[in-house]
């Protein structure tokens, strides 16, 4: 199977670009984007909520980028590089459709804004709903039971 944009020459910062055309085009109030080590922030503001994606890229010495696929032989680091660089166009272009596909369905009627954009929707404590609610869905199926609805309240 392949990737979608697996040989895109589109370069980063025009990704960035578009995300960012298209999140104004639906109706954001804001957009913002950071880097740290080899994660990538994109933040946004919309529909009063702040959404928060992260975006994991590759390490630029994984062992897809040393070797060959074929042969497994190691590359040049210049060959290295140019592999790692097209991995990472790659990975902004996926993020590119992912948000252009999520706001269009949602224009379209199809889903709305909640059922989207609810896991990277950021919390007041800077978690995103995502980060907060996968481990207690993960200890609600392990002890085959509900979380409380209001943890500390009891069992009222």
């Known amino acids: ?5 697996e040989n895109t ?16 085009r639906y109706g954001a109030q804001g957009f913002g ?6 994660n990538a922030m994109l933040t946004f503001k919309a529909n009063g909520r702040m ?7 590759p390490a630029q010495d994984a062992p897809e980028f040393v070797y060959t696929p074929e042969r497994r032989t190691r590359r040049s680091p210049a060959a290295a590089q140019t592999a790692w660089e097209q991995a990472c166009r790659q990975r902004w272009r ?20 909640d ?3 609810l ?6 404590n800077g978690q995103t709903v995502g980060q907060w609610a996968v481990p207690q869905i993960a200890a609600a199926y ?14 009222r």
């Open 94 to 113: 996926a993020m590119a459709l992912l948000i252009k596909a999520k706001l269009e369905a949602i224009e379209s009627g199809i889903v709305t804004f």
């Open 115 to 117: 059922d989207e954009f």
């Open 9 to 24: 020459n589109v370069d980063e910062s025009r990704s960035r670009g578009e995300i960012e055309r298209t999140l104004r």
């Open 51 to 57: 959404c928060r994606f992260l975006l994991p890229m």
């Open 119 to 124: 896991a990277p929707t950021l919390l007041p």
């Open 142 to 155: 392990e002890r085959n039971e509900m979380p409380a609805l209001m943890p500390g309240m009891g069992d």
């Open 1 to 5: 199977m392949t990737r979608y944009a």
């Open 33 to 38: 984007y950071a880097w740290e080590g080899a």
